[in-house]
C-alpha cells in the first residue's frame, strides 16, 4: 500500500504535523489511512455484528425497508440499484442508510428484526460525526484556514453512514463489486476495508490497492470539497473489484459514513485555493443540496 498511515494521536499532540501528514496525503492520493482514530472497538464490533444480521435476513424482510420517494437517503436499498456514473451495470451490492435526525427531516427506519441495531448503528452515526468534524478541522489548517473554517458548513449537515453487503462471487459474473466512481461529499470515513478489493485511481493511471492494517480508518475527499478546493485537494476514482479466487467465497461488509455540508451551504471556490497558477474551475457556486441531488440522478438512486 503506497498511503503512509497517519497516527491519529498527532491531533493532539501535534496538530500541526497531523494536519501537514494528512492534507499532504490527500494533495497526493485523494486518500487517506488513519490509524488510532479513537473510535471505540467494542461499537464497531456491536455495529458490524447489527449489519451482518440485518443483511442475513430473507429478501422480503429486508424490503419491508425499502422506503419509496426517498433517493435511497433511508433505510433498505436491494441489489441492482445503485449504479456508478456511466456504468452499464449495477454495482453487486446492497446497503443501508441512516441519516441525520431532527426537525424538516425524513425519519429513519430501525429494523425490528435485529434488537441492537438501533443502538449500535445510531451511535456509531455520532462517532463518526465528532471524528468527521475533527478531520475537517486538520483539512481548514492544511489549507492555511482557522481549525474551526468548516465547522458552520457542517453544522447539521446532511450527512449518511451507508452500511454495506458485498456477496460472495462465484467469479463468473462482473469482475467489479462496485463501479468506477467519485464519492458525492466533502469527506468519506471508511471502517470495513481490510477485506480486499477497494482501489484507487493513481494519477499515472494504474489502479492501486488500498489495504489498510485491522482497524484503520480510510478517508478520501469527495467531489464537494474537490470542487470547493479548486482541485488542489482531488476526489479521486475509486472502485471496488472482486477478490482473489481463494476469497470468492467470502462476503465483504463495510461502513463508509459520508460527511455532508448543510443542504443551503454555498459551495464557493475558496480563494486560498485560487491563483494565477491556479484559475477557479468553478466561477459559478452551487449549494450542497442542488448539487447533491443532480448527482442523486447520475447514479440512480433519484
Known amino acids: 500500500m503506497p ?16 494536519a501537514r ?27 458490524e455484528a447489527a ?17 419509496a420517494g426517498a433517493a435511497g437517503q433511508r433505510g433498505y436499498v436491494p441489489f441492482g440499484i445503485e449504479t456508478a ?8 451490492k446492497e446497503f443501508w ?15 425490528d428484526e435485529v434488537a441492537d441495531f438501533h443502538p449500535a448503528i445510531a451511535a456509531l452515526y455520532a462517532s463518526f460525526d465528532g471524528l468527521g468534524r475533527r478531520l475537517l478541522a486538520a483539512v481548514a489548517a492544511h489549507l492555511g484556514l482557522p481549525p474551526e473554517h468548516f465547522a458552520d458548513a457542517v453544522f447539521e449537515g446532511e450527512s449518511i453512514l451507508r452500511l454495506l453487503h458485498y456477496p460472495p462471487t462465484d467469479g463468473a459474473g462482473p469482475a467489479i463489486r462496485a463501479g468506477a466512481h ?10 470495513g476495508a481490510e ?29 464537494m470539497l474537490q470542487r470547493l478546493t479548486n482541485h488542489r485537494l482531488p476526489s479521486t476514482t475509486h472502485r471496488v473489484v ?11 461488509y463495510s461502513m463508509p459514513f459520508f460527511l455532508h455540508f448543510r443542504a443551503d451551504y454555498l459551495i464557493r471556490t475558496l480563494d486560498a485555493c485560487v491563483g494565477e497558477a491556479a484559475p477557479d474551475r468553478y466561477p459559478e457556486p452551487i449549494t450542497a443540496g442542488d448539487y447533491l441531488a443532480e448527482r442523486l440522478q447520475e447514479i440512480r438512486l433519484a
Open 242 to 252: 472482486n477478490p482473489a479466487p481463494e476469497r470468492r467465497g467470502v462476503a465483504r
Open 97 to 111: 442508510h441512516v441519516g441525520r435526525e431532527g426537525a424538516g427531516r425524513r425519519a429513519n427506519l430501525w429494523p
Open 85 to 92: 456514473k456511466g456504468a452499464a451495470h449495477p454495482d453487486l
Open 3 to 18: 498511503i503512509q498511515p497517519v497516527a491519529y494521536a498527532l491531533y493532539d499532540e501535534d496538530f500541526d504535523a497531523f
Open 21 to 47: 501528514a494528512l492534507g499532504a496525503s490527500f494533495e497526493r492520493y485523494g486518500f487517506a489511512v488513519v490509524e488510532g482514530h479513537g473510535i471505540d472497538d467494542g461499537l464497531i464490533a456491536r455495529a
Open 51 to 67: 449489519m451482518r444480521a440485518f443483511f442475513a435476513l430473507p429478501e422480503p424482510a429486508k424490503r419491508r425497508y425499502q422506503v
Open 195 to 223: 477485506e480486499a478489493g477497494l482501489e484507487l485511481l493513481d494519477r499515472d493511471g494504474r489502479w492501486l490497492a488500498v489495504n489498510p492494517a485491522p482497524g484503520a480508518l480510510v478517508v478520501n475527499i469527495g467531489d
Open 182 to 191: 467519485e464519492d458525492i461529499n466533502a469527506i468519506t470515513l471508511l471502517l
